[in-house]
């Protein structure tokens, strides 16, 4: 009997340590967290959020529970200035040295001092190709009224704004109040043909055809896409915003040296391969890119046309310009 005891103590040892993950829905592939927990001899436990604004409001709410975050760059600006984020221990993270130096010259911290790039996407449209004829790579596809009803837009104040900037022929970034008005009146304008603002049943809307347009994130897209051939991604000829989303540790983080041993297995090259062709993002990982298909990498989803990327945006942190935003939006949703 003590013998039995003993084992259970030792294996409930064994599997002590949890790593308490905050990301995006369908953002890491099971398989790969299974390896992970097989490896470390841990839990992996996985909360989801739909907005960097949500996951940053619960942080700014006093969230404490949490070991390693996947925020876009933008937020992860705000929340560094705000004293939120560890540093991170490079003797730690030797697989750093796969990251593309191209991309971190797009990104803010360039020394991967408290951040490391995990995937860059953006946000378009698909279309249900046998239920719209005559569908065109273009913003202007969401002022169709003979689609209204069947029709999505994010949820997310950046990337729905940012749409109908792009729509205008402006920046995502612009602090221009005019601008920013006339953006307000494109989505107000929108909003009669929508059936709703939506951050995830989207997927399955446009899979069953219960839309026919979406306004939704590349991976996402992708996903329904494989599964569904019906499904077509479209990347409006305006241009499209883009975010790369990084991998941070919290101050308040519990399980710092998990946090770093999964950040450096998610780096492998081998499981950065297997869990890019999972998700459907693309990860800036020079040596997993050698690893996945030509055709994978030929898919709107993951790579956006040399013609169409002068005309692509990366989200920045606007600091105390983003109030702007803040105002406009809530005028969109209070509009009937």
């Known amino acids: 009997m003590k013998s039995l005891l003993l084992l259970s103590l030792l294996a409930v040892s064994a599997f002590s340590e949890t790593l308490h993950v905050y990301t995006w829905a369908d953002y890491v592939s099971p398989d790969v967290v299974k390896k992970f927990e097989k490896q470390q001899g841990c839990k992996v436990v996985i909360d989801t959020f739909d907005s960097n604004e949500s996951m940053f409001a619960k942080f700014k709410a006093g969230a404490t529970g949490y070991d390693l975050v996947f925020p876009t760059a933008y937020m992860i600006q705000v929340m560094h200035a705000q004293g939120m984020l560890a540093d991170l221990d490079h003797a730690k993270l030797p697989n750093l040295q796969n990251i593309d130096t191209a991309v971190l010259a797009k990104v803010m911290d360039k020394k991967m001092a408290h951040s490391v790039p995990y995937t860059f996407a953006y946000a378009t449209i698909a279309v249900r190709k046998d239920k719209i004829k005559d569908a065109e790579p273009t913003w202007a596809m969401f002022d169709r009224p003979a689609l209204a009803g069947r029709v999505t837009l994010l949820d997310d104040m950046r990337e729905s704004i940012g749409a109908a900037l792009k729509f205008l022929g402006h920046s995502i970034n612009t602090r221009d109040e005019a601008q920013l008005a006339a953006a307000r009146d494109v989505l107000i304008r929108w909003k009669k043909n929508i059936a709703r603002f939506d951050n995830e049943g989207y997927k399955a809307g446009i899979d069953s055809a219960e839309f026919h347009l979406v306004h939704g994130y590349s991976g996402d897209l992708f996903q329904v896409q494989m599964e569904n051939p019906k499904v077509e991604i479209l990347i409006p000829r305006e241009g499209v915003t883009i975010g790369c989303d990084e991998m941070v540790i919290p101050k308040t ?75 406009v939006w809530d005028e969109v949703k209070a509009a009937r």
């Open 253 to 327: 983080a519990k399980q710092s040296d998990l946090a770093h041993a999964f950040i450096n297995f998610l780096l492998d090259p081998a499981i950065a391969a297997e869990n890019m062709e999972w998700m459907g993002y693309y990860c800036p990982n020079k040596p997993a890119l050698e690893k996945v298909s030509p055709e994978f990498l030929k898919n709107p989803a993951i790579t956006i046309p040399a013609e169409l990327q002068v005309k692509c945006e990366v989200i920045e942190d606007l600091g105390p310009d983003l109030a702007k935003y803040t105002k």
